[in-house]
């Protein structure tokens, strides 16, 4: 059994910026792609980034230039840094680890941007 808890969010201003790290435990972590999610209120949830199990990494294009994702096998870990930060990312953030049609996901956290 997956178990993933996100952690980093917070309320900030906007410009100022945030990093998300999302832990993992019960598997081997390195076997699985890794992605990070958001949902706003009254929207959908919406693939932000996401990181190949080799370290390759995919970004929505709201964010390109903006969030790096990256993992650190040895400490199971997956983080999303945040810069530039706009009311509009807003939203809760979730990780999600992908392997073979398998998807596991974390419980969230809340990212609150103010004008």
């Known amino acids: 059994q997956v178990q993933l808890v996100e952690s980093g969010g917070g309320l900030v201003q906007a410009g100022r910026s945030l990093r998300l790290s999302c832990a993992a435990s019960?598997?081997?972590?390195?076997?699985?792609?890794v992605g990070w999610y958001r949902q706003a209120p009254g929207k959908q949830r919406e693939l932000v980034a996401r990181?190949?199990?080799?370290?390759?990494?995919n970004y929505a294009d709201s964010v390109k230039g903006r969030f790096t994702i990256s993992r650190d096998n040895a400490k199971n870990t997956v983080y999303l840094q945040m810069n530039s930060l706009k009311p509009e990312d807003t939203a809760v953030y979730y990780c999600?680890?992908?392997?073979?049609?398998?998807?596991?996901w974390g419980q969230g956290t809340q990212v609150t941007v103010s004008s």
């Open positions: 019960g598997s081997i972590f390195s076997i699985f792609a």
């Open positions: 999600q680890l992908s392997r073979r049609g398998y998807d596991y």
């Open positions: 990181i190949t199990t080799g370290g390759n990494p």
